[in-house]
């Protein structure tokens, strides 16, 4: 059963516009969450985090926004740029929980159009 | 700034044989960790190491083993390749067990093929 979800597979933006991405979540005890960002034979890199205490957390053009009574959080990225076409992973954690290790969402493909 | 290293970065394997992944990283972090990457399936946690010493079983362990061979090295180790082992195994090192919010820092892959 899927932990973390991540419902669009891709999203096409145009240059200059915002994108927003969507993540939700099932488990209840996660309590801190992640974007990561992956380009094709790279790594995944960390961009940005969000702790549960929080609603909302800024870094440059990238916004992360938690709703924790729908489950729900979102990375903002405006405005889009050419480089920004990657695919994006939502990840939660459970800090205080018996299993260790990252939940991923599937992905999005975001591609930012010129 | 090497970070996290993988060995190799593309291997053919045919099924049965077997092979180890190695990882290291040179960051000093105490946890370290191997995800598989499948299309359609994002990340999934294969093994886990919280600390030097110690080793747990992720989401998807069947068919793997790991070695934490001291605190920068973490190998992965297939006996028996099958197919479905046919996937992109990434490795991940982090500062802390249980503050996983710091992030974690990914190698940049190794893509295995089983055939």
């Known amino acids: 059963d899927q932990q973390v979800k991540q419902n669009s597979p891709s999203l096409s933006v145009q240059e200059g516009r915002i994108s927003i991405l969507n993540c939700d979540y099932t488990n209840s005890m996660f309590d801190y969450f992640l974007w990561y960002k992956k380009y094709p034979a790279e790594g995944p890199t960390f961009l940005i985090s969000?702790?549960?205490?929080?609603d909302k957390n800024e870094d440059g053009r990238f916004t992360v926004f938690l709703n924790k009574s729908a489950k729900h959080l979102s990375l903002h990225i405006v405005p889009s740029q050419p480089g920004d076409s990657a695919v994006y992973f939502c990840a939660a954690s459970d800090s205080g929980g018996g299993a260790d290790g990252l939940t991923f969402g599937k992905g999005t493909h975001l591609i930012i159009q010129p | 700034n090497a970070g996290v290293t993988q060995t190799p970065k593309f291997q053919v394997l045919k099924t049965g044989q077997s092979m180890t992944l190695q990882c290291a990283q040179d960051?000093?972090?105490?946890?370290m960790y191997w995800y598989r990457q499948d299309p359609g399936m994002g990340l999934r946690l294969i093994y886990y190491?919280?600390?030097?010493?110690?080793?747990d079983k992720g989401e998807v362990p069947n068919g793997y083993n790991v070695s934490r061979l001291n605190k920068r090295e973490f190998s992965l180790r297939l006996e028996s390749a099958a197919p479905s082992q046919t996937s992109v195994y990434f490795c991940a090192s982090s500062e802390g067990a249980t503050r996983a919010g710091y992030g974690y820092t990914f190698g940049s892959g190794t893509r295995l093929t089983v055939v």
């Open positions: 960051m000093n972090h105490n946890s």
């Open positions: 190491s919280a600390s030097e010493g110690t080793t």
């Open positions: 969000i702790s549960s205490i929080k």
